[in-house]
Each structure stands twice: as structure tokens, then as C-alpha cells.
């Protein structure tokens, strides 16, 4: 069985610093993976996928991942935090073949300090 | 990217009650998914919905407890039977743009339970 774990779940960087959220996914075949946000109080955006094209992707806002199959892993970087970046993140990972549906990790609640 | 509303947007129900949630696609899709995000939790999958036929439930959900209609393909609810504190949560329903392989999100519906 597939599982999405996400190394710390709670992150604190100071406003213009390298936003860092670790994902790693435990899975016999390469899954499709994604990033999503949920901000107070509302659902879930997508923010990112991977889906076996290019192994760098580029996101909204400013954020990218980059999938490592050797590391099973799919860590989503910002540059440069700004405070409207306070949110839930949360990584995912899904199967073609099982339908799509998604199993997400614990979620990774960041706060951005002045 | 799929336009999908929810409602009610909250709602706080008396114990042994039920309660039920509608999910809106403004496209037609094939599957629906229902998800559970209870206090300070990761998302967890309640069901697939499929058009024309019975749900999917994941284990440790029971289609006693949570019925899910869908009537056609831009439509499904979720129904939350004799409801306790426990489920009071998170409930949001997905589907991906038809075509894709990306889960799109409604708004949630928050339910409380007394």
C-alpha cells in the first residue's frame, strides 16, 4: 500500500527565507504526486503536479518541486517566503490505475514571521 | 480547471441527527470523490462516487453511515447518518477536470456536532 509521509508538521521561517516542506512517498510504482494549499478557512488548491513528464515543475506563486525517484521524494521549495505564503500544505500522491484517488500526507502548517 | 461549489458551507447539527452535504461540478466528470478532514487532520477518502453505480467506500467507512447519491455527472451528495461529536469535521468533494489526472476541491463543508 501506497503513503505519503511529511517531515515536520510544523514549519516557521522568517519572511524572505528559503521555504522548505519535505515529501516522501512509499509506493512499488511511480505515482503521480502533488502539492496542494489550504489557507484558513478554505479548501484545497493546487499548487503543483508531477505526472512523469519533467522531473522539475513549477507551480502558482512562486513555488516549484522536484521529483527523485532514487529518494522517493518530492519536496516543494520557495526562494523567498512572504507572508501571504502562511498556509497548510499538504503532499499527495495518486494512480492511474487506482482511479486517481488521492492519499494525502499529515500536512506541513507553515508560518512566516516578520 | 473544474469549478465545483459546496453547500452548505457549515453547519451545526444536534447529535443524532443527519445531514446532507450537496456537491456541484460545473462540467461533467466520471468519478467523484468525497474526502473527511477531521480537526487538525490530513484529508482522509471517505468514497469514489460513480455515475450509475453504487459508491466505493474505503475501509473503515460504511454506506449505513455515510450514503452518497449520484444522480447524474455534474452531481452527487454525501449524507452524514445519526451524527455524533466524532464526525463533527471537514467534508469536501473533488473531481478531476475530465481528461486530467488532477484532483480539483470544493470549499469544504464544516459540520459541527453537538
Known amino acids: 500500500a501506497q503513503s505519503v509521509t511529511q517531515l515536520g508538521s510544523h514549519v516557521s521561517v522568517s519572511e524572505g527565507a528559503l521555504v522548505l516542506l519535505r515529501c516522501n512517498y512509499s509506493?512499488?510504482?511511480?505515482?503521480?504526486l502533488f502539492w496542494y494549499v489550504q489557507y484558513p478557512n478554505q479548501g484545497l488548491q493546487l499548487l503543483l503536479k508531477y505526472t512523469s513528464a519533467a522531473t522539475l515543475v513549477k507551480g502558482i506563486n512562486g513555488f516549484e518541486a522536484e521529483f527523485k525517484k532514487s529518494e522517493t521524494s518530492f519536496h516543494l521549495t520557495k526562494p523567498s517566503a512572504h507572508m501571504s505564503d502562511a498556509a497548510e500544505y499538504f503532499c499527495?500522491?495518486?494512480?492511474?490505475?487506482?482511479?486517481?484517488?488521492?492519499?494525502f500526507g499529515g500536512g506541513t502548517r507553515v508560518l512566516v514571521k516578520p | 480547471s473544474a469549478v465545483i461549489s459546496q453547500k452548505p458551507s457549515r453547519d451545526i447539527c444536534q447529535r443524532g441527527t443527519s445531514l446532507t452535504i450537496q456537491c456541484q461540478v460545473d462540467s461533467q466528470v466520471t468519478m467523484m470523490f468525497w474526502y473527511r478532514q477531521q480537526p487538525g487532520q490530513s484529508l482522509t477518502l471517505i468514497a469514489t462516487?460513480?455515475?450509475?453505480?453504487?459508491?466505493?467506500?474505503e475501509s473503515g467507512f460504511v454506506i449505513d453511515k455515510f450514503p452518497i447519491s449520484r444522480p447524474n455527472l455534474t452531481f452527487s451528495t454525501l449524507t452524514v447518518s445519526n451524527m455524533s461529536p466524532e464526525d463533527s469535521s471537514i467534508y469536501l468533494c473533488?473531481?478531476?477536470?475530465?481528461?486530467?489526472?488532477?484532483?480539483?476541491f470544493g470549499p469544504g463543508t464544516r459540520l459541527t456536532v453537538l
Open positions: 499527495a500522491v495518486s494512480f492511474p490505475a487506482a482511479g486517481n484517488k488521492l492519499t
Open positions: 473533488s473531481a478531476p477536470h475530465e481528461g486530467t489526472d488532477t484532483q480539483y
Open positions: 462516487a460513480n455515475q450509475g453505480s453504487e459508491a466505493t467506500y
Open positions: 509506493s512499488s510504482v511511480p505515482p503521480y
